[in-house]
């Protein structure tokens, strides 16, 4: 498979994931995109792998399948995101904020404070939002730049 | 990345496990910095972030101190 080739694939297996996770809550398998692509499992656990490679995705340590799409988690997570009567989890503060910001959607995230464990609830309503919370981030940008900034 | 009711909560969360506050942002604040992350992530035209339109992203927001140093 040619470079170009291998780019226009990848835009498309990336362009499936995020559609899938919009509408399905999680990312699809390896199995899974290959079908609905029509490409074989190989090609389909190359593209993710090279998406991973690009810090497009994060897939699980050791495995084949998506961990991250971000900024959605692949499994539940304790950021809990509600919009247009479906449910997404968020894999942190930010990222279940991105959601509601990727989607272009009001909605709501569903949390607890790490501290109290008192529940938790913010909303988004016309890009303004709202809940009494705040967000803390423990590591210097230039720690985390590496690994998520072209997230 | 956690949510916390407060910054009396991040601090004593921070103190019980013997680690230095970061950052800690408004609501505001972190809206607006997952919004410029991730306006245009579903987008077919998406692309990365490059180092200058982070940095700009953090300076609109007002996160200018040495934590958000990117480089």
């Known amino acids: 498979m040619s470079a170009v080739s291998e780019a226009d694939l990848d835009r498309t297996v990336r362009l499936h994931v995020y559609e899938r996770v919009v509408s399905d809550g999680f990312p699809p398998t390896v199995a899974g995109a290959a079908r609905a692509l029509g490409i074989t499992e190989a090609d389909a656990e190359a593209s993710y792998r090279r998406l991973a490679a690009g810090k497009v ?3 699980v340590p050791g495995g084949r399948e998506i961990l991250m799409a971000n ?3 692949a499994r539940p997570t304790d950021f ?3 919009a247009n009567g479906r449910q997404w989890y968020g894999n942190c503060a930010w990222d279940a904020l991105g959601i509601l910001s990727a989607l272009g959607a009001d909605g709501s995230v569903t949390t607890a404070c790490a501290d109290c464990a008192d529940p938790l609830e913010v909303t988004v309503r016309g890009g303004v939002p709202q809940g009494k919370a705040v967000l803390h981030i423990a590591v210097p940008a230039h720690h985390w730049w590496v690994d998520i900034v072209f997230t | 990345m956690l949510f916390f ?4 909560h991040v601090r004593r969360w921070c103190e019980a ?8 942002l408004s609501l505001d604040q972190a809206w607006r ?3 410029g992350w991730y306006r245009n992530k579903l987008r077919a035209d998406w692309r990365r972030h490059t180092l200058e339109e982070t940095e ?7 996160l200018v101190d040495a934590f958000w140093a990117l480089r």
């Open chain 2, 17 to 24: 496990r013997g680690r230095e506050v970061g950052a800690v």
């Open chain 1, 57 to 59: 995705i994060v897939l």
């Open chain 2, 5 to 8: 009711r407060s910054e009396d």
């Open chain 2, 56 to 62: 700009e992203l953090l300076r609109s927001i007002g």
């Open chain 1, 80 to 82: 809990l995101v509600r």
């Open chain 2, 33 to 35: 910095l997952a919004d």
């Open chain 1, 71 to 73: 900024p959605f988690a």
